[in-house]
């Protein structure tokens, strides 16, 4: 794909919601530079269609019309955000909730709601009795099979029980400056400890967790010591690894967003082995266990670097892990924007990055502020990127934020990325494509793909077109 080439996918819409009408670009958008009406300013038109725009989509009528309209096909399917789980794990959960009317969900009878069912202790009860009788095989040459069949059965389980913490927790946590919610950070607390025995039972490619020294931290502003991260490292002898051991491996870090954290990329990080990859997963500012100053908009250059110096030596099994030469970031969402800001601070230190879904300037617009609760996100989005950003209220976040935190507004965008992918849906309603489309027009050449009628992310084909992406690049590169 050449240097600011962007591609629309000819699919149809997905009809997900009464925000997904319009046919991807708007007829209406005006004709200034670059089709915003003027880079920077607030559109005219957004080109997600006024309609779609103006819209206020059906979930957020109650927790039934969000388990009816919204959750309960995926969780049918085991899809986003209920991948690893099955749809009994939920029913009677959501039932509840409906039979009680509990609509907020950041409300702890959200929470307590999940919990009470005492599924997900069952699941981890099951699991541990089936990793006892694991460890109980005296002779594992002899029964490698069924070795295999309990890993694998417990595994699951595990990640049945974290999907339902998962779910326990939405929509939001953070810890800094203080934890937000004591009941669903408890249930944070409990979906990684679950998870990690889940990990360990990837005998090729165990889950191990690092605190990695935040060396810049600024203690004045209360950040952390540490930062947590998750290593996998595909199994001995995989390919991409030279044959000395010594070199390390291609590696992936990867962003997560506003909600997803650490142990909800399960599959994602399998892609990545697939590959020959090695991954280090990691939060951002104001989400989760970050020890970074939210409110700071360069404490993230100041964790990134700490996170690389650490990459640098870290060894695995005596060995060295990652291929310095061979590292790529992909930021999912709300990462999305780190993923853009550190392309541009550290592309030296980066052999290419993924941003998929990415708000930079337009999305901290007032104007698209004002309707972006009624979109697609299943619970309002503007009080936890608030708090996510270090705001004490809304309309203090409204007011300030994109003139501390856009990418245009302090620069970022003048200076030389790396080799930079874009990746959205044209009806994205939580970060417009107009942030992906204007960062065409700035510093380096950019490349992108943009899926006509799809929301956020660009999901369900945008993987389609990144991994082939990330193989090119991995390959591009010269000892």
Not at 167 to 192: H, L, M
Not at 240 to 247: A, E, F, I, L, Y
């Amino acid at each position: 794909m050449s240097p600011h080439q962007v591609n629309n996918d000819q699919q149809q819409e997905q009809k997900q919601g009464s925000s997904a009408g319009g046919s991807g670009i708007s007829s209406k958008a005006p004709t200034g530079h670059g089709g915003l009406g003027g880079i920077g300013k607030s559109p005219k038109h957004w080109l997600m269609g006024d309609k779609a725009f103006e819209a206020r989509m059906p979930h957020h009528d109650g927790v039934q019309a969000l388990w009816e309209t919204k959750w309960k096909f995926p969780c049918s399917k085991s899809l986003y955000p209920f991948h690893d789980a099955l749809y009994a794990d939920f029913a009677p959960s959501f039932d509840a909730l409906i039979k009680a009317n509990h609509n907020d969900m950041t409300s702890p009878a959200w929470t307590t709601t999940f919990l009470s069912t005492g599924l997900a202790e069952q699941l981890v009860e099951q699991g541990d009795r089936l990793v006892a009788e694991l460890n109980s095989i005296k002779s594992p040459e002899q029964q490698q099979q069924r070795r295999r069949q309990l890993r694998e059965q417990a595994s699951s389980l595990y990640l049945r029980a974290c999907c339902l913490y998962r779910i326990a927790r939405f929509p939001y946590i953070t810890s800094f400056p203080k934890v937000n919610d004591q009941t669903k950070w408890g249930v944070w607390e409990k979906q990684k400890e679950i998870y990690l025995k889940a990990g360990k039972l990837w005998e090729e490619s165990p889950v191990e967790e690092v605190k990695v020294a935040f060396l810049d931290r600024q203690v004045q502003q209360g950040e952390g010591q540490w930062i947590p991260v998750y290593v996998r490292v595909p199994p001995a002898g995989t390919s991409s690894q030279p044959s000395t051991g010594s070199g390390g491996y291609p590696t992936v870090i990867l962003m997560t967003g506003l909600d997803g954290y650490r142990p909800d990329n399960t599959v994602r990080c399998n892609e990545f082995l697939a590959r020959g990859w090695a991954v280090v997963v990691v939060e951002i500012p104001g989400t989760a266990d970050c020890p970074a100053d939210p409110a700071d908009s360069e404490s993230a250059d100041r964790l990134w670097e700490s996170l690389l110096q650490w990459m640098d030596t870290y060894q695995y099994r005596g060995k060295r892990a990652f291929h310095m030469k061979r590292v790529m970031v992909w930021g999912l969402s709300a990462g999305g924007y780190y993923a853009v800001r550190i392309a541009h601070t550290h592309s030296h230190r980066l052999a290419g990055v993924v941003a998929q879904g990415a708000g930079v300037h337009y999305f901290y617009d007032k104007k698209w502020m004002e309707k972006v609760d009624g979109h697609e996100y299943p619970a309002q989005l503007t009080p936890a990127f608030a708090m996510k950003h270090g705001y004490s209220s809304v309309d203090e976040f409204k007011a300030g934020v994109q003139k501390k935190f856009s990418l245009l507004e302090n620069g970022i965008l003048d200076r030389t990325s790396t080799r930079l992918l874009l990746v959205n849906g044209t009806q994205d309603g939580l970060m417009p494509i107009e942030d992906s489309m204007m960062l065409l027009e700035y510093g380096s050449p950019k490349e992108a793909r943009f899926f006509t009628g799809a929301l956020h992310m660009g999901y369900p084909l945008a993987n389609s077109a990144v991994y082939p992406w990330m193989e090119s690049i991995m390959a591009s590169v010269r000892e």
